[in-house]
Each structure stands twice: as structure tokens, then as C-alpha cells.
């Protein structure tokens, strides 16, 4: 007797070429769950993505500004002072305008020249058009009665606020970390 090793194939019947319609129901939930959390998060999403954005552009001015309010000489301390113009807001122009008169006749006096670099900056995020930066400043200030520079280190917050689309100052307050 022959044994025949042949594997018989079952006559194919209409239950078994249909697709199980339970896996496709399954399946095409699936897909549709995964592309709503998708839309969900990515709608979560763009708030912060909108911060952040806004955080990193109100610090890059505040750095800006604050380079430019910690950097002068007593030869063309003017002109040195004229960032205000661009980087205020009206009501920080308004108020710079009414100090800066003192501060420039101080520094004319003592001639006085300055150079000033950001340690380290972190913003804060208020709203849309408001945020508060502070800056840790190194201030190198040398005047005609001091034969080496001296550090000034001013802790700066700068309040920033988005005026047509352009972040500016609209209030300062500096903390002198050697007098305070």
C-alpha cells in the first residue's frame, strides 16, 4: 500500500474567500481613532507652539534692547541713546525721555564709557502681546577717574509688548546686584 503525501486542498467555498467583515469594522475604527487624537493634539498643540514662538522673539528684542541701553560712550552717548526711538513702546519713550537728560549729562561728566554683555536671559510668557524678560547683565564701566574698568551687574526685567507685530520695551526695571 502507497500512502499518498499530497496535502488535498479544500474546494474554496464562498466563507472562506470573504473577508471577515468584523476585522475590517475593527480596523477601520482603528484608523479613524488614530487620526482624531492626531487632530486633537495637534490642535492642543498650536497654543503652545504660538508661546513659544512669541517667548523666543520678545527675548531676542529685550537682549537687543538692553545691549543697546547698557552699551554707550560718553562721546556719542546722543546718538548711543536713540534705541529707545525703535525699541519703546510710546509710553517707555515717554518715560526714557523724561530720565534720560540726567543720565546723559552724568555720563558726559564723568565720561564715562560702557560696554554690556547678557549672562543669561529667561522670558515669561504673559499673552499673546506681553511678555516679561529678565536679564542678568555684565557691565563693563570705565570713567575718566578710574584707571581699570569696573563690573557693573544689573539684574534687568524688560516688559515687553507686541505693537504691530514688533516686540518692544514698555517698562524697565533694573536691580543693581552690588548696591541692592
Known sequence: ????TDVVEEPKTPETTRARPWL????LALVVALAVAL????????PLRAAETA????????IAAVLAM???DHRTVEEDFTWVEDAGTVKFRDYFEGTAD?????IKTIQARATG???DSAAAYEDADHVRVLLHVDQEILSRDEETPRVDQPRVTMHMKKVDG???VDQVQVNNVLTN
Open 24 to 27: 475590517v469594522i475593527v480596523l
Open 55 to 62: 517667548t523666543a522673539e520678545a527675548e531676542e528684542a529685550a
Open 70 to 72: 547698557t552699551t554707550y
Open 102 to 106: 540726567n543720565a546723559i549729562d552724568y
Open 1 to 4: 500500500m502507497t500512502v499518498d
Open 39 to 46: 487632530a486633537l493634539t495637534w490642535r492642543d498643540y498650536a
Open 117 to 119: 554683555e547678557v549672562i
Open 166 to 168: 514688533v516686540w518692544l
